[in-house]
């Protein structure tokens, strides 16, 4: 069954198209990654995108942007097909995350209600009449309704295709926001994963404001800068850091009004950066150390595994386990959310559960996403 996963994250980077073809005769759904490839957002998207997540917003750009972004769904989807040399015809589905630009899993009152919600962009009609293929989204609802974070959602993908019988295993994506998937050997023991605090967000943020750039390059600026003591010691007091799990958190958290406070303080910014970077790898080191295991094997994936600098830092951080990247073990880190979301996606069709609830505290396990079809 081929099915095209879509994914833009919260590092607004631009949009991930994984076209997988799963073997579904296999107990094991092996897959073949037929063609992938990111389409960057350009600087308006990425500032219209900033707008409704940083609350400079109207109803109309909400509507209009969910309706600019199931275009370059749709377009990011032809183009690919069309330079691989694959025809729309033969891809059975389209299961698309959509652009999160709000999520509020811990309930909060609204009148004499209380309600949690999350929001991810995407017409899935408009999507699926410019492909012609059915639109598989709102893959987050259904855990949330059952009182779940509807976050993460990628564990199930990580438990099929990376527990290891000898070693504990942690997937860990630095996209954004960084999250990880505890796998421990044992098949009793409980699978964990949540997020951990900011991935690439606020490096990418410092790297705008400070240099006009979008990230930071091997993590070249950071490794330049110079570690302030002080500062990591406050970023490091944040309570989502030290939360029990299962937990998860957005921009809405670790975005703009957070990094606000830091260039307030006027620090230099090369060390800013060089501090964010440490904050990144410090908040992933405590939730590993405290919530999982104290060593095994960390396969890393998403933006921040091209940042060496961080690489570095990591793997110095936790002498205790093996740091690689997911190409390694034959996933390649920047699709690797849309390869998962590909996989969520075959998981609708066959009408099986994609979550977990010892993960996101739903009551009970249930079928992610809603479908349409011309």
Not at 124 to 132: D, I, N
Not at 219 to 240: C, I
Request: aromatic content about 8%; overall charge negative.
């Amino acid at each position: 069954m081929v099915i095209a996963g879509i994914m833009s994250g919260t590092s607004l980077d631009g949009i991930d198209v994984a076209i997988c073809d799963f073997n579904t005769e296999s107990d094991s759904m092996e897959f073949k990654l037929l063609a992938a490839n990111t389409f960057p957002f350009s600087n308006s998207t990425r500032q219209f995108i900033e707008q409704v997540i940083n609350k400079e917003i109207s109803v109309s750009l909400i509507s209009n942007l969910s309706a600019l972004l199931s275009e370059l769904y749709a377009q990011s989807v032809i183009e690919l097909c069309v330079s691989s040399g694959i025809a729309l015809k033969n891809i059975d589905a389209i299961a698309v995350h959509g652009q999160t630009v709000w999520h509020q899993p811990v309930a909060i009152a609204m009148g004499e209600h209380s309600v949690r919600s999350t929001l991810q962009l995407i017409d899935a009609p408009l999507l699926s009449h410019r492909t012609g293929i059915k639109v598989i989204f709102d893959f987050r609802s259904a855990d949330i309704a059952l009182g779940g974070q509807g976050a993460p959602l990628v564990p199930i993908f990580d438990k099929a295709y990376f527990r290891n019988r000898e070693k504990d295993v942690i997937c860990l994506n630095i996209g954004g926001i960084a999250n990880i998937t505890y796998l421990p050997m044992k098949p009793k023991q409980r699978i964990k994963a949540f997020d951990t605090g900011p991935g690439n967000m606020l490096i990418d943020l410092a790297m705008k404001y400070y240099f006009t750039k979008n990230f930071d390059d091997k993590g070249q600026v950071a490794e330049s800068g110079t570690l302030k003591h002080d500062l990591l010691v406050e970023l490091l007091s944040n309570n989502f850091i030290f939360k029990i799990p299962p937990k998860s958190t957005g921009s809405e958290s670790f975005g703009q009004h957070f990094l606000a406070k830091i260039i307030a303080q006027h620090y230099l910014a090369e060390d800013v950066v060089a501090t964010l970077t440490h904050f990144t790898v410090e908040s992933i080191a405590h939730n590993i150390e405290t919530f999982c295991t104290e060593s095994g094997n960390i396969i890393v994936s998403g933006g921040g595994s091209a940042n060496k600098f961080m690489m570095r830092l990591l793997q110095k951080r936790l002498p205790n386990f093996e740091t690689s990247i997911s190409d390694e073990w034959g996933i390649h880190p920047d699709y690797k959310e849309a390869i998962a979301f590909a996989y969520l996606g075959l998981l609708n069709l066959m009408r099986l559960p994609g979550n977990l609830p010892e993960v996101t505290g739903a009551s009970r396990r249930t079928i992610l996403g809603s479908r349409y079809e011309m």
